[in-house]
């Protein structure tokens, strides 16, 4: 056992484990797929190509987003494309788009945070075909409303129908992610999105920043209710009955990139970025009611964010009642008390046992839920976009503690990650770049697919 932070704030088990090591990146190992590795106690995993590595149209995919299915669907995979296509995958090939908003969109590159970021699909697609995107345009953060071509409108909606719209502060740190789940209990479902918390270094906006501002939609995972009317709040969202807060589910977050639902339980695992020390993952039980202040800007995992590391002005170290050590940093019970809620799960920026290299964007992931790799069941899977390490995360005692493994192995040919996936069976799936960010073009996007080593 290896307390990472040596303040009694988690109980984290590190396994740092040896493998084969992964292909140097000059080309593809013969298999198309990964290293294998077996890494302790979890299963033997790998990857394989699903699409991308190709320079033809068929096999190519330019700055890849994300990859997800349609409820109903399980042979078709569809491919967010920076630039502004949802693309249409099926047996190893694009197929089709199912959408082309690339007129409205910068012209994509490996390194901005602007572009096409998000999908959801309606859990009625099938019968209905709506859908939702998640774009930033470099004047907006917009989420519209789509039906699939060959679906009616009898509803009356128009096409498309914009569902939330917010001016684009900085270019970055727009959060991103899109899903759907039902309300607590098997009630109706909701669309859930988060947005970041406006962008430039340290959340500089207002006394505590746009994260802590319950005014500012920035810095927030949201709730919709996309089968109402606007404003889309749900009547019971925490703060429901305050005129501009309808949407809020919970706040405090610096750049939530990516979030997912645990299929088996409901908790909630929220990836956050974070500053100059600490990436971060979030956490929120089935049980939530929502409301749950996350702590950005005043904290950067389970430190002040006005470390010497990150420069910002916000110090929950001068909060009453609030006691620092040397480092400038609380325990969980502390956090907890001056209401608000610490990380189940963090790593360092600066020699870290879990990712290696030199980490500084983590990339959230999924709980694997599915069946094809026995022995992964319960696990979250999260990578770090900027060195490439990944991780995988069992959290217990209701988001109190959690293990970590490395799973040094898991990126095959990925240079660069930017996103996950998952299908209908809760198979999951890692999106990113064969080549450093700086470097990449439109024929270095690639998806893979994780499977049993």
Known sequence: MQNLLGRGVLVVAVLVVACASSPGYGGPPPDGGGARCNPGTLPAITTEVLIG???????????????????????????????????????????????????????PDGQSENGLLGLAFHPDFASNGRYFVRYTTTSNDIIDEYHAIGYTTETGVMWPRNIYTQPTIEPNHNGGMLAFWPESGGGPYYLYATVGDGGGACDSHGTDGNGQNLDDPHGKLHRFDVDGSAPFGVATNPFASTPGRE????????????????????????????????????????????????????????????????????????????????????????????????????????????????????????????????????????????????????VSGGGTSAVAHSLPCLSGRLRTFTSFGQDNAGEPYVVGYTTDAILAGPNDGIVLRIIGG
């Not at 299915?69 to 199912?98: C, H, M, S």
């Not at 470390?307 to 940093?329: L, V």
């Not at 022995?375 to 990944?390: E, N, P, R």
């Open 53 to 107: 590595g190709g320079s033809d149209g068929a096999h190519r995919i330019a700055f890849p987003t994300f990859v997800g299915q349609a409820p109903g669907d399980n042979d078709t995979f569809y491919v967010l494309e920076k630039g502004g296509r949802v693309q249409i995958v099926r047996g190893g090939a694009v197929v089709g788009t199912l959408l082309d908003i690339t007129d409205t969109l910068p012209i």
């Open 247 to 394: 949407t809020i589910w919970a706040y405090g977050l610096r750049n939530p990139w990516r979030f997912a639902f645990d299929r088996g339980t409901g908790d909630i695992y929220i990836g956050d970025v974070g500053q100059e020390q600490w990436e971060e993952v979030d956490f929120q039980p089935a049980s939530s009611a929502g409301g749950e202040n996350y702590g950005w800007r005043l904290l950067e995992g389970f430190c002040s964010s006005a470390n010497s590391g990150s420069g910002c002005t916000s110090d929950i170290c001068t909060r009453s009642g609030i006691t620092c050590d040397s480092d400038m940093c609380i325990s969980s019970d502390q956090i907890r008390a001056a209401g608000l809620v610490p990380p189940v799960f963090v790593y360092s920026h600066n020699s870290d046992p879990i990712i290696s290299g030199s980490p500084q964007v983590i990339i959230g992931g999924y709980v694997y839920r599915g069946t094809a790799i026995s022995g992964l069941q319960g696990w979250y899977l999260f990578c770090d976009g900027y060195s490439g390490g990944c991780g995988a995360l069992q």
